[in-house]
């Protein structure tokens, strides 16, 4: 069983910067891949960045490529998401996820599907105002 909680979320001007923080309880943390999605009010929720167990590989929405940074610090139980260059169409309610390893370590591992994640946090907000 993973737990996550999310933190960082708030308000910010376009073009800013916020690091979004999913601090994870549990011994396995380390062998699970962990996503971020995000929600924004009428839509769907949408993929935006995940990171395989050892944080080797990443994977990006294409329209955050360059804008966000997805980490992990396995010592900390704690994933990260740095995103810069705000914009007010990247306002949502921000969520990790976790995989584990029988998923994510799989060859037929798709990081974009919400399905692929059996644990979810509670979600951040982030607004970004133009």
């Known amino acids: 069983q993973v737990q996550l909680v999310e933190s960082g979320g708030g308000l910010v001007q376009a073009g800013g910067s916020l690091r979004l923080s999913c601090a994870a309880s549990g011994r396995t943390f380390s062998s699970y891949a962990m996503g971020w999605f995000r929600q924004a009010p009428g839509k769907e929720r949408e993929f935006v960045a995940a990171?395989?167990?050892?944080?080797?590989?990443?994977f990006y929405a294409d329209s955050e490529k360059g804008r966000f940074t997805i980490s992990r610090d396995n010592a900390k139980n704690t994933m990260y998401l740095e995103m810069k260059n705000l914009k007010p169409e990247d306002t949502a309610v921000y969520y990790c996820?976790?995989?584990?390893?029988?998923?994510?370590?799989?060859?037929?591992?798709?990081?974009?599907?919400?399905?692929?994640?059996?644990?979810w946090g509670q979600g951040t907000q982030v607004t970004v105002s133009s």
């Open positions: 990171i395989s167990w050892s944080g080797g590989n990443t």
């Open positions: 996820a976790a995989t584990p390893p029988t998923v994510g370590g799989s060859n037929y591992y798709q990081p974009a599907l919400a399905d692929e994640y059996d644990y």
